[in-house]
Nanobody
Framework: QVQLVESGGGLVQAGGSLRLSCAAS????????MAWFRQAPGKEREFVAA????????SYSDSVKGRFTISRDNAKNTVYLQMNSLKPEDTAVYYC????????????WGQGTQVTVSS
């Protein structure tokens, strides 16, 4: 059973930084895509960033490109999201998710971690 556990959320002032972690377990993730999504109050869940577990290739939404960095530590089975130059509009619950590179839908999700950016 795949489990994803996020941590690292909190309250930060605008312009500050946070690093989120997602500890993954339950299988080997070779050939899988790990991603971060977020959902703000009253809004739909949106894609933030993704990384190939095998190759390390990354992709980002336009709203975070240049400010956020996704990375992974294969030895620790952990994915990170380094968030710099945070803005109040980055306030949301951030979720870690995983899918096979052969599928379009994300099959497993974490419970989420709250990020609040004050102005």
């Amino acid at each position: 059973q795949v489990q994803l556990v996020e941590s690292g959320g909190g309250l930060v002032q605008a312009g500050g930084s946070l690093r989120l972690s997602c500890a993954a377990s339950g299988r080997t993730f070779s050939g899988y895509i790990m991603a971060w999504f977020r959902q703000a109050p009253g809004k739909e869940r949106e894609f933030v960033a993704a990384i190939s577990w095998s190759y390390g290739t990354t992709s980002y939404s336009d709203s975070v490109k240049g400010r956020f960095t996704i990375s992974r530590d294969n030895a620790k089975n952990t994915v990170y999201l380094q968030m710099n130059s945070l803005k109040p509009e980055d306030t949301a619950v951030y979720y870690c998710a995983v899918r096979s590179s052969l599928r379009r839908t994300y099959d497993y999700w974490g419970q989420g971690t709250q990020v609040t950016v004050s102005s």
